[in-house]
């Protein structure tokens, strides 16, 4: 069975490659792919309103969203 983890990353959009210092994984599974997706954006938006507009303009951050696929054993 497949299943789906969030994990959220804070970077800073600065140059050509983003640097991502923060990590926050969720321990909640999901089903699929959409699902884990749909949550990401949602959690990405809260995640924004504990910054500061001055914080997020000055260092260009921005919430990169990704959705590990995880295999599940069989019990």
């Known amino acids: 069975m497949t299943k789906f983890i969030l994990i959220l990353h804070l970077c800073m959009f600065e140059g050509e490659t983003p640097n991502c210092f923060s990590s926050q994984v969720y ?11 749909r949550q990401g954006y949602v959690s990405a ?14 260092n260009k951050l921005a919430v990169r969203i990704e959705c590990k696929e995880i295999k599940m054993e069989n019990i």
């Open 27 to 37: 321990t909640f599974e999901f089903n699929d792919h959409y699902s884990c997706v």
């Open 45 to 58: 938006h809260k995640s924004l309103d504990n910054l500061t507009i001055e914080e997020i303009n000055k």
